[in-house]
């Protein structure tokens, strides 16, 4: 059975930091996925933040977090991470660790439905 579990999430000031991470097992399910970060905010859709391909060579953000967030990926943790700098009041939502494990090894769906396996959500609170 395939366990998708983020860590790494709560309350920090405006202008700080966190970093992110999920775990997926087994280990071969993490090694043929694409992975992605989602977040929702309460009130709000899903919002795709950042993806990473199978081979960590093709990376893709979302344009309210381009150039704050870095998404990377450790194959031999099975782990994705999610380094967030610079946060803002807006980026208060559950982060969400999906993995698409029908991915091509260079490529990324941004499409949420291609995503198979999702974890639970971490929540992260942004202070002002």
């Known amino acids: 059975q395939v366990q998708v579990v983020e860590s790494g999430g709560g309350l920090v000031q405006a202008g700080g930091a966190l970093r992110l991470s999920c775990v997926v097992s087994?280990?071969?399910?993490?090694?043929?996925?694409?992975m992605a970060w989602f977040r929702q905010a309460p009130g709000a859709d899903r919002e795709f933040v950042a993806a990473?391909?199978?081979?960590?060579?093709?990376?893709k953000y979302g344009d309210s977090v381009k150039g704050r967030f870095t998404i990377s990926r450790d194959n031999d943790k099975n782990t994705v991470y999610l380094q967030m700098n610079n946060l803002k009041p807006e980026d208060t939502a559950v982060y969400s660790c999906?993995?698409?494990?029908?991915?091509?090894?260079?490529?990324?769906?941004?499409?949420?439905?291609?995503?198979?396996?999702w974890g639970q959500g971490t929540q992260v609170t942004v202070s002002s």
């Open positions: 999906a993995a698409d494990h029908n991915a091509i090894l260079h490529s990324i769906n941004l499409n949420s439905g291609a995503f198979d396996y």
């Open positions: 087994p280990r071969y399910t993490f090694s043929r996925s694409a």
């Open positions: 990473i391909s199978r081979s960590a060579s093709n990376t």
